[in-house]
């Protein structure tokens, strides 16, 4: 008992990323922003070098966004993260984070193999838009320590996360989770579990509504966007947050709703889906429903 | 060799194509207008350093050196003739 309080006061030293896509290579980022090493596995050495070059630029800069980020060199950094394309090099890390494809027939063989390749006693982090936690847990034989975390983007900037406790999660593994969010110094709003959570299950109402009024040519994506900041006060509009998450992601994610669901408030916005099928994503392709 | 009126309006361009406002004042703090967003804040720092072929080093990350178009061009300029911030 003495050994196990123990361990609970022990900071991390390794977690692993499993996917570094957008927000996997953000969760890297602020992990090597706050002294944590990381070991990023992702399947091609193309999406772990854009998430090299992504995280060495985004903690070089951090420090001019954020007064308390530290100033790391290159070598600090990359010395910091193993990226790799082999899953079981994740097996000596304490906790591990996925953030791979929205996609279950994705998700479920790699969980399957977490499972079989990390000790009993490690938590895994779900980092999914709308996939139910309870779902994950069930392709492990370790539910209890199947845990949500939504983090949102840009991941080192923003200092609140949405968690999801899946049916079987534990109070165990939501403290052990919690520790690790104070070392990255970020706060979490619990909440239970069903797809899409909070944020999504309303957010992507919003995005697929406004694409729908985009579809109308009842604003143009600038008009629809501005009346989110200036009128409503938001940070940033529906269409561009839908190009900064990737519209692929968002029209995944409205697929997971409607399938779970069975309800038409979340059929994807035809234009959407075309703008996908056009290689039109978003930020991310240089294009969505703005250019960049 | 980057002048500053010519800076200024590469950089004034670049913010303007990309939060689509009107009258973009050059002195107007992007930041603490809200104009800007750290997401913005980190391409545009990756825009100066590309389009001018200056490096932001660790004694420029401070948010004074992009924190409007004046200061963001001042900084670029600074750089291009030599002198560190």
Redesign the interface.
């Known amino acids: 008992m003495k050994s196990h309080s123990r361990k609970n006061i022990m900071n991390f030293k390794t977690v692993g990323v499993v996917g570094v896509g957008n927000i996997g290579s953000g969760v890297l980022a602020s992990l090597v922003l706050h002294g944590i090493r990381a070991v990023a596995v992702d399947v091609s050495e193309k999406s772990l070098e854009t998430a090299r070059a992504g995280i060495l ?2 903690v ?2 951090a ?3 954020r007064k308390d980020a530290p ?1 790391l060199t290159r070598n600090e950094v990359l010395e910091r993260i193993a990226f790799t394309t082999r899953l079981e090099e994740v097996s000596t890390c304490e906790f591990i984070i996925e953030n791979v494809t929205e996609d279950w027939a994705v998700k479920k063989p790699i969980y399957e193999r977490l499972d079989r390749i990390a000790s009993a006693g490690v938590c895994f982090g779900a980092n999914t838009s709308c996939i139910s936690i309870t779902r994950i847990g069930s392709a492990t034989s370790r539910p209890d320590k199947v845990i949500g975390i939504h983090f949102m ?2 991941v080192h ?1 923003m200092p609140t996360v949405e968690v999801i406790r899946g049916q079987h999660t534990s109070a165990e593994t939501l403290a052990t989770l919690n520790r690790l969010l104070a070392q990255l110094k970020k706060e979490a709003i619990v909440v239970n579990d069903l797809p899409g959570f909070v944020s999504n299950r309303i957010s992507h109402l919003f995005m697929n509504e406004a694409a729908f009024v985009f579809q109308d040519g009842l604003a143009t994506a ?1 008009q629809i ?2 009346i989110f900041k200036k009128c409503f006060g938001h ?2 509009g529906p269409l561009e947050t839908a190009d ?1 998450i990737g519209l692929d992601t968002v029209v995944s994610s409205l697929d997971v709703l409607y399938d779970s669901f069975k309800d038409s408030k979340f059929r994807c916005c035809p234009l959407l889906r075309k703008m996908v099928e056009a290689g039109h994503c978003g930020r991310k392709s240089g294009r969505g429903f ?1 250019v ?1 | 060799m980057n002048d500053s009126k010519n800076v200024k309006d590469i950089v004034r361009n670049f913010i303007n194509n990309s939060i689509n406002i009107d009258a973009l004042g050059d002195d107007e703090d992007l930041f603490e207008t809200g104009l800007i967003n750290s997401l913005f804040a980190v391409q545009l720092m990756t825009f100066v350093e590309r389009k001018f072929g200056v490096e932001i080093g660790g004694d420029d990350l401070h948010i004074d050196n992009f924190k409007s178009v004046s200061a963001t061009a001042a900084f670029v300029v600074r750089k291009s003739s030599g002198q560190v911030a």
């Open positions: 630029q985004t070089r800069l420090p001019v966004l100033k983007n840009p900037m600038a966007d501005a940070k940033m900064l703005h960049y």
